[in-house]
């Protein structure tokens, strides 16, 4: 068995709180609880010694393993295929609380046999607190405790349990059409032991989740030409999702590695300002009008905790809760994904400028009527105080998009999104009559266009670049017709777009940019961005360069897992690269395939 399985061989399951990776050999080799940002109790994807897993698989893994979701559902299927028999592990956590904050999730193991004779093997090692928790361990008829700082683990299962040292092992032997199952349950210290499981039992969870996914996903209202594949994001972007409070997380993991074995390995288990708001317009067009409302209302209240306050209205970042306090640390004692250190958690990103959320937070609240707390005067007051301290605050260095650590830079992409930011709070003004500084608000947002057009443009590239006084493309730029800054067709845009399809695209993947043409203050190199190719995607379907558009957007697909999720990058021989599954990769895909829809269907006459 892999040490380190590819991060490709994994797939996702979540209540909505939390989430666990399974890889395709039946091994939980992350989970944190009770929060993405948690602690970890299973890490053994970033150390295998030291990390802690919970594996149910064939006791002789010889054969063929197989993954796949439960069709339209959250539901992780693990098949194990062999001379002898064929068993599959099904996945899942329930979800009956996922709207009231908890410290109780539960990681159910359904295991059944469909052809043969399979002998399954369950081993329990959880490493509590990223490995750092000593627990001590009880073992008993119905299953066995584990006792760490701050919370207790149950592991209960349908068949006997014995003690290896610190840790549980289990073997069933299971016949054509047996189950059995193993249940593993966080609570805080003293919580109420779960019951001891039956296979009816299972099998009932095992339906309640199924429906609770597929009535969520009726509401979608996608019939384009790739429905799985939108959908199978769409559910992944619902999984990344912190329920109580609408907050979606970047990723569900830390410290997956940008290039195995070097220094790019950050913790994503955070709300991202941009990311989340850029996922409201995706979520309102595929009918997900509840997280579209969930996040922007989060928002605000961000925007509202820090009125009146001498310091920056917005922060890059938060915990899910809405918690400003993120500092970023390493965990010495783990070897990292494959020799891939620091291990970091926190995100020391979080304290970075990053001038463009203003953009971003005001197109995220101007989605429509249905989700307008601007419509409110509370509401229209918080975002007009922030519009108004915008004006003198907009025209700064800061350190971009791609938080690089080399230093303030008066960013191209930062200046399109300040310009969005007044451009949509007129637009706001007009829509709901709303009292405003509009002369003030316009005044700004013309400033900023005219100097975009004037310095973030390059003569030598003939392209609009990263960064004022440079000549180095950035692919971040891929978004200014989706915002309206310019025209898709507009000369200057094309111009850009052959520019960037000569520097930064790669057999039709795209680079985020140059890191030897713009230091960005990190060592090693990354692969491309699965974020950047499907907005490329998008560009090319709205400059009319249909054919460009859908074959790179077919090629995309064959990068895809084998459960339709992706990482945050494509390493050179097609390797995902990066913390897993990432949001902002499936929320760009959506935004892609919409696009791409719209665009062929007009020329098709639809």
């Keep these: 068995m892999d040490r380190y399985p590819p991060i490709a061989e994994h797939g996702l399951v979540g209540d909505l709180q939390t989430a666990a990776l399974v890889s395709s050999q039946g091994v939980v080799d992350w989970f944190a609880a009770p929060r993405f940002d948690s602690p970890s109790v299973f890490a053994a994807l970033l150390d295998h010694d030291r990390g802690g897993y919970l594996r149910l698989s064939p006791e002789h893994p010889e054969g063929t393993c197989r993954q796949l979701y439960y069709p339209d559902t959250a539901i992780l299927v693990t098949r194990f295929l062999s001379p002898d028999g064929v068993g599959e592990v099904l996945d899942f956590m329930p979800l009956e609380e996922s709207r009231t904050v908890t410290n109780r999730h539960t990681l159910v193991r359904l295991v059944r ?140 993991t830390t410290g997956l590695p940008e290039q195995v074995g070097g220094e790019r390995n950050w913790d994503y288990r955070f709300t991202w300002v941009r990311d989340s708001a850029l996922s409201v317009r995706v979520m309102l067009d595929l009918g ?63 304290d970075q400028l990053q001038l463009d959320i203003y953009g971003e937070a005001l197109y995220a609240v101007s989605q429509g009527r249905e989700i307008a707390p601007q419509a409110s005067f509370e509401g229209w007051r918080t975002l007009t105080r922030t519009l108004d301290w915008f004006t003198d605050a907009w025209d700064r260095p800061d350190e971009g998009i791609w938080e690089t650590r080399g230093g303030a830079q008066d960013f191209t992409y930062s200046r ?63 978004l200014m017709p989706r915002v309206g800054f310019i025209a898709p067709q507009d000369p200057a845009w094309l111009s850009t777009l052959d520019a960037i399809d000569r520097k930064l695209v790669s057999d039709s993947l795209v680079y985020r940019y140059d890191p030897a043409a713009s230091p960005d203050g990190l060592r090693g190199s990354e692969g491309t961005f699965s974020l950047c190719t499907f907005l490329y995607v998008d560009a090319l379907a709205r400059a009319g360069r249909l054919s460009q558009a859908r074959y790179t957007f077919e090629k995309m697909q064959t990068y895809a897992n084998h459960a339709g999720l992706f990482a945050e990058e494509i390493g050179p021989s097609g390797e995902q690269l990066g913390n897993f599954p990432q949001a902002f990769t499936h929320l760009s895909l959506i935004m892609a395939a919409i696009t791409l829809d719209e665009s062929l269907d007009a020329v098709d006459g639809r």
């Excluded at 210290?189 to 996903?217: I, K, M, N, Y």
């Excluded at 310009?419 to 007009?430: N, T, V």
């Excluded at 009292?435 to 973030?456: C, I, K, S, T």
């Design 113 to 252: 046999v469909v052809r043969g004779t399979v002998d399954f093997t369950l081993e329990c090692r959880p490493r509590f607190d990223y490995g750092r928790a000593e627990h001590q361990l009880e073992v008993g008829v119905n299953g066995a405790l584990f006792r760490a700082p701050g919370i207790d683990g149950h592991l209960r299962s349908t068949f006997p349990l014995e003690r290896e040292g610190q840790d549980v092992r289990g073997r069933v032997r299971l016949r054509a059409g047996e189950s059995g199952g193993a249940v593993f349950t966080v609570c805080a210290p003293g919580g109420t032991a779960p019951e001891v499981p039956s296979v009816d039992g299972l099998t009932g969870q095992f339906d309640e989740v199924a429906r609770f996914w597929r009535h969520w996903l009726r509401q979608s209202r996608y019939r384009g030409r790739w429905p799985e594949l939108v959908h199978r994001s769409a559910i992944t972007l619902k999984l990344l999702t912190y329920a109580p409070t609408g907050a979606l997380v970047a990723a569900a």
């Design 416 to 478: 399109v999104m300040s310009w969005l930011a007044f451009d949509h709070g007129l637009r706001l003004a007009d829509t709901f009559r709303r009292p405003a500084d509009l002369e003030r608000w316009r005044g700004a947002r013309d400033a900023v266009f005219h100097q975009v057009m004037e310095r973030g443009w390059s003569e030598k590239e003939r392209a609009f670049v990263q960064h004022y006084d440079g000549d180095v493309l950035d692919a971040s730029l891929l």
């Design 288 to 350: 997900f009008v509840e997280e579209a409302v969930g996040f922007v209302h989060w928002l605000v209240e961000r925007l509202r905790e820090r009125e009146g306050k001498e310091e920056e209205p917005l922060q890059t970042m938060y915990r899910v809760d809405g918690s400003p306090d993120l500092p970023e640390q390493t965990l010495d004692h783990f070897e990292g994904y494959r020799g891939s250190s620091p291990v970091r958690i926190g995100n020391g990103a979080a």
